[in-house]
């Protein structure tokens, strides 16, 4: 598999953020994107409980990285996530971006998050939006 490029100040992938994940991020032969990441203490919300919001970046994150294996540069515009059960620190999380439709500009994804016991913890989907202009050389620039 072969890793999607990140942003180097990214909280979800970037390498030189020292507060973030750090994550990586593989495109499977079938196009979609895949990342694995342990339930860290420091991103809990309730005691001994993943936050919910890095769920959701996690998931955004994993959507829009198979819209970039496509080499299309986007920003999210839309995105609702269900969140299914609760992730204890130090379970291990897999998370999984599928591109679903493609009209134009516009590309809807769908993405699952699983624990290590193999049950969705969240479920997500999402519409980006090809950047464009400014924006584009924006998103360039920040490539590691």
């Known amino acids: 598999m072969k890793e999607v490029v990140r942003y180097?100040?990214?909280f979800v992938c970037g390498e030189q953020n020292e507060i973030?994940?750090?994550?990586k991020f593989f495109v499977r032969d079938d196009g979609a994107v895949i990342s694995k990441i342990v339930a860290d203490a420091r991103f809990q919300?309730?005691?001994?409980?993943?936050?919910?919001g890095i769920i959701s970046s996690m998931?955004?994150?994993?959507?829009?990285k198979a819209v970039l294996a496509k080499g299309v540069f986007a920003v999210t515009a839309e995105?609702?996530?269900?969140?299914?059960?609760?992730?204890?620190?130090?379970?291990?999380?897999?998370?999984?971006?599928?591109?679903?439709?493609?009209?134009?500009?516009?590309?809807?994804?769908v993405g699952s998050a699983v624990n290590?016991?193999?049950?969705?913890?969240?479920?997500?989907?999402?519409?980006?939006l090809e950047a464009k202009g400014d924006l584009y050389s924006i998103l360039t620039e920040s490539i590691e």
């Not at 919300?45 to 919910?52: E, N, S, T």
């Not at 998931?59 to 829009?64: A, H, K, P, S």
């Not at 290590?116 to 980006?128: N, Q, R």
């Open 8 to 10: 180097k100040d990214c």
């Open 20 to 23: 973030g994940l750090k994550a």
């Open 45 to 52: 919300g309730y005691k001994d409980v993943l936050h919910g």
């Open 59 to 64: 998931l955004d994150e994993v959507m829009i």
């Open 79 to 109: 995105m609702t996530v269900k969140f299914k059960r609760p992730v204890l620190t130090g379970q291990k999380i897999s998370f999984t971006g599928t591109v679903t439709e493609e009209r134009r500009r516009v590309f809807k994804a």
């Open 116 to 128: 290590d016991l193999g049950e969705e913890v969240a479920s997500s989907k999402a519409t980006y």
